[in-house]
């Protein structure tokens, strides 16, 4: 990883390509600001809606970019806003957008951008702040990446301990869930849903003079245990995880921080972490009953934000993830080479089927399809930790950034591919119909943004056919973001 440093200014340059960007009509429109917050109770619908869907898909994504001063460096640290397409159950379509409130957005807007510190934004601070920041560091709430259910509570997450809560209805933001910092500062947006529990399971990092790694499980806002541990000199940058019902299984990227550095070069947080092909990928699995380190296998590098699905083959285990190549996905993804549209951002995200053979400790790896994949969903509810058949995703193929969505039959390998010209669809939900017997039977809905158009909308495909059965016209444009849920009434 190259090292971004020091405080940007915003430029004539910097503003006048923020102003470029929502001009241009191709994917660059994604990553333009979208501030209007609005509602609509009846969205333009063609097609059929099934009566059966009924509730909202909820997404969250980075809305504002631009501040009066600067801009921010990094896609991820654009500010939070949540987007909800509601289904009454009657073929209607409902539509509503609202940002997060946040102190990090009140911050931001008080100092024009200046006291942003994030992902991969610089915070403009004195050496003064920087030491102070080393005894109470400072984190952001800017809850952008994903949403889920904590016992009663909806909550968004980034990738710090602060989740914000919010009311799934009117998108209000209802205040911090103050559960979560205790097990450490770096958390993942990824929980996973332990139904026979009731709880989330995550993963954290605590870092120090010491540092640990964490499985953590929570049932509420207040009720939480640890279920692992484990030292680690340098912790490495784990966006998701995975769960069978057995294990808890960590994927170490060979990004990998000194903590030391991070209390100390005044660099935003990503920027101190550095790519270590030599480590490998090490696969870490817990018992999550004992707690027990079960067993740990090493792979040939490469660099994972998401996985798949993970299951039990009698001893072995087996986790399907999309593997970059290397890290430098998070360099494409700063805010000037996105709206600069240089470079092929997403590319070279390959669905990994990785074999953890019990009598070894290296895996063996092999590609599930030969189509590139990111932002992979499958059938969750019954299909997570479970062999499984199909994953859902976004695909970019020959275009420069995410653009088609692809069904792949993890069993045969074999895929199909919804396209359009002038479409850039988001992350694929499924939602499966009630009393259902497939595995695909449902629907999967995609915010697609129409860049021709200016616009975007709500795409309904039949998740067996993966056809097109409805889409509603929503009245602006959504910026690209990363994960939603839909959350049933
Ligand atoms: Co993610």
Not at 156 to 176: C, K, N, Q, S
Not at 425 to 441: K, L, M
Request: glycine share 8%; hydrophobic share 40%.
């Amino acid at each position: 990883m190259s090292i971004v440093s020091g405080t940007r200014t915003a430029t004539a340059e910097s503003m006048a390509e923020a102003d470029d960007a929502t001009r241009r009509r191709d994917h660059r429109l994604g990553f333009a600001d979208q501030t209007e917050e609005v509602r609509v109770d009846a969205l333009p619908v063609s097609g059929d809606v099934p009566t059966w869907l009924r509730g909202g898909l909820v997404r969250v994504t980075p809305a504002q970019m631009d501040f009066d001063q600067r801009s921010v460096s990094h896609w991820f640290d654009g500010m939070a806003m949540l987007n909800r397409f509601g289904f009454a159950g009657d073929g209607s379509v409902s539509y509503a957008s609202r940002f997060l409130d946040t102190d990090a957005r009140k911050a931001a807007l008080a100092s024009g951008g200046a006291a942003i510190s994030g992902f991969a934004t610089d915070p403009c601070r004195s050496l003064f702040q920087r030491v102070q920041s080393l005894f109470s560091p400072e984190l952001t709430d800017n809850a952008n990446v994903n949403l889920t259910r904590l016992g009663d509570e909806y909550i968004a997450m980034t990738e710090t301990p602060i989740p914000v809560r919010f009311d799934p209805e009117t998108l209000a933001t209802l205040g911090h869930d103050e559960g979560a910092a205790r097990f450490g500062q770096i958390t993942t947006a990824h929980p996973h849903h332990d139904p026979e529990r009731g709880e989330l399971v995550n993963f954290a990092a605590q870092l120090g003079a010491k540092s640990e790694y964490r499985i953590y499980a929570r049932s509420s806002s207040t009720e939480g245990r640890t279920l692992a541990t484990m030292g680690v000199r340098e912790p490495s940058y784990m966006h998701s995880f995975a769960i069978t019902p057995r294990y808890a299984l960590l994927i170490e990227n060979p990004l990998v921080v000194n903590p030391l550095r991070l209390a100390l070069s005044g660099k935003a947080f990503i920027h101190n972490y550095r790519w270590k092909p030599e480590l490998g990928v090490r696969i870490h699995a817990f018992d999550r009953e004992t707690g027990v380190l079960h067993r740990s296998w090493v792979a040939d590098p490469f660099f994972v934000f998401h996985t798949i699905n993970a299951f039990e083959d009698g001893e072995d285990i087996v986790i399907d993830l999309c593997a970059h190549e290397d890290a430098s996905i998070i360099e494409l993804l700063e805010l000037e080479k996105l709206r600069a549209g240089s470079g092929h951002a997403v590319l070279g995200a390959r669905p990994l089927r990785l074999t953890l053979a019990a009598g070894s400790g290296v895996a063996s790896t092999r590609e599930l399809a030969d189509v590139d994949l990111e932002l992979p969903r499958i059938a969750y509810r019954t299909r997570n930790g479970l062999p499984y058949r199909y994953v859902y995703g976004g695909s970019a193929g020959e275009a420069a950034f995410l653009k088609r969505l692809v069904k792949i039959d993890v069993e045969d390998g074999s895929h199909v591919v919804w396209d359009e010209p002038n479409a850039w669809a988001g992350e694929p939900v499924f939602v499966p119909r009630p009393d259902g017997d497939a595995e695909d039977d449902g629907v999967v809905l995609s915010v697609v943004m129409d860049a021709e158009a200016g616009s975007s909308f709500l795409l309904m495909l039949d998740a067996q056919t993966f056809e097109e059965i409805a889409r509603a016209e929503a009245p602006h444009r959504v910026p690209f973001g990363f994960h939603g849920q839909f959350f049933g009434s």
